[in-house]
């Protein structure tokens, strides 16, 4: 059974030089980094994928490291996952997170794709329209699905599993 982990970046710094250069502050690199360390624990997707801004590809960065961190790799060699980063899911809408979703190989387990609000979390509204759209999705949220297949259609995904991250 494949798993789907959509998440949120983790908290950002309020400024940047553009808001496509925003970094994670120093709680959110404590979020990250906690959700790195609990998605490599109990998922370990083989498949992730970031919008191309600074935050999310840092906050995605932290769940690779810890990944291949899980299992086995080093400084020198750093596993097998690498980080997709998809300029789309930056500004995009919830077809372009379709398609990202679409792009997950067949053979997958798990994947993982991080972005931004408010599409994320009307991307999970979308997938689960039952459950809705989650009302508060905070900065290093994620939604956890648990799939029977790939060819799940949107609108009959299960509702997912919602977690936050403190960074603490």
Wanted: aromatic share 6%; proline share 8%.
């Amino acid at each position: 059974m494949p798993v789907l982990i959509l998440a949120r970046h983790a908290k950002a710094e309020p400024d940047g030089p553009t808001d496509f250069e925003r970094s994670l502050n120093s709680k959110g690199l404590a979020q990250a980094v906690e959700a790195g360390a609990e998605i490599a624990e109990r998922w370990s997707p083989d498949v992730a994928i970031a919008s191309a801004a600074r935050r999310t590809v840092q906050t995605g960065q932290a769940v690779v490291e810890a990944v291949n961190r899980a299992h086995g790799g080093t400084l020198d060699e750093p596993g097998e996952l690498t980080l997709r980063e998809d300029p789309s899911l930056y500004a995009g809408s919830v077809d372009d997170w379709l398609d990202a979703i679409n792009s997950i190989p067949a053979d997958a387990q798990c994947a993982y794709i991080v972005g931004h609000q408010p599409t994320v979390s009307e991307v999970v509204g979308h997938l689960n329209p039952e459950g809705g759209v989650p009302d508060a999705f905070r900065p290093s949220s994620i939604a956890v699905f648990d799939l029977e297949s790939w060819d799940v259609e949107p609108g009959q995904y299960p509702a997912p599993q919602i977690r936050v991250f403190h960074g603490v």
